[in-house]
């Protein structure tokens, strides 16, 4: 009785461990599937993104050199159109990834983005323009300052 009671053990112990043995499988399995990031297409090239750049404004993701050239056009996103004036940029070097923010300044006059000359500081260039004589029309008398 006291050697079946063993045996019986034995297999409780050998199916735990088996049992357990899976489990560490399946979690390993799991744990390697949520590391590996599953492999980007630009949609301005077609290939796969290696240096990546990410739009700030939208978060789309492209070949850092499509969309470097993209930018130099237009600064809207290709997929949503959403403007955009800076690109982050993403890359591995050996295990460590390395990243860098590029600004780009639309062509476009931005009217709420307070790059506006103002006035006061082409004052001194204003000033220094030569006077310029008006002339008479005959019924309003115009003169310039210089006189």
Not at 21 to 41: C, D, F, M, S
Not at 46 to 65: A, L, N, V
Not at 125 to 134: H, K, L, V
């Amino acid at each position: 009785m006291e050697q079946f009671e063993q045996e019986k053990k034995s297999e409780m112990v050998e199916l735990a461990c088996e049992t357990v043995k899976k489990r560490i499988k399946k979690g390993q399995a799991k744990k390697k599937q949520t590391n590996e990031q599953p492999l980007e297409n630009c949609s301005i090239c077609y290939g796969e993104i290696i240096d990546k750049g990410i739009i700030q404004t939208c978060k789309h993701t492209y070949c850092f050199q499509c969309i470097e050239i993209w930018a130099k056009e237009k600064q809207t996103c290709p997929q949503c159109r959403v403007k955009f004036n800076k690109i982050q940029r993403v890359w591995k070097q050996g295990k460590a990834k390395k990243q860098k923010m590029y600004n780009y300044r639309s062509n476009e006059m931005n009217f709420n983005d307070g790059n506006l000359i103002s006035i006061n500081l082409i004052y001194q260039q204003i000033i220094a323009m030569p006077q310029i004589s008006f002339m008479d029309l005959g019924f309003i008398e115009i003169s310039s300052d210089s006189e």
